[in-house]
């Protein structure tokens, strides 16, 4: 199983990325599908760097999988402070700009690109799982 591990950094995360974006090639993912899987990897990655490790630098590791020759399973581990990010709620689409607080818009928009996002706390990890159909 393909995989990386990189401080969890913004300055890091072109690396990250380029790890996503071979992952995709590696396991022919069609061109919309791995644009929409990198940019669900993006937010998800950003908010590791910005908010898993308040006080120190930690790491993230990336692992890449297919299963089934049907999906494509990409996992976002770090050891950070515990957070579920499918608990965070629907951002309000019809609030006009000025009345919409910032943020909150990279799980929502993770959401729609791919088919699945799971979270999972397992021992002293944060699980995140992304899956894209590979047909």
Request: glycine share 6%.
């Amino acid at each position: 199983m393909p995989q990386i591990e990189r401080p969890a950094l913004l300055e890091k995360l072109p690396e990250m990325l380029a790890f996503v974006t071979a992952c995709a090639r590696q396991y022919h993912l069609d061109g919309k599908k791995a644009q929409g899987l990198e940019i669900a990897a993006e937010e998800m990655l950003v908010n590791v760097c910005s908010h898993a490790y308040p006080d120190t630098v930690g790491t993230v590791t990336i692992r890449c999988r297919r299963v089934d020759d049907a999906r494509l399973i990409l996992e976002i581990i770090d050891s950070g402070t515990p957070f579920n990010p499918l608990e965070t709620p629907e951002p309000d689409l019809d609030l006009s700009l000025e009345n919409r607080p910032v943020g909150g818009l990279g799980i929502f928009i993770a959401r729609q690109l791919t088919d699945e996002i799971r979270y999972e706390r397992k021992g002293r990890c944060n699980i995140l799982t992304l899956a894209v159909s590979l047909k």
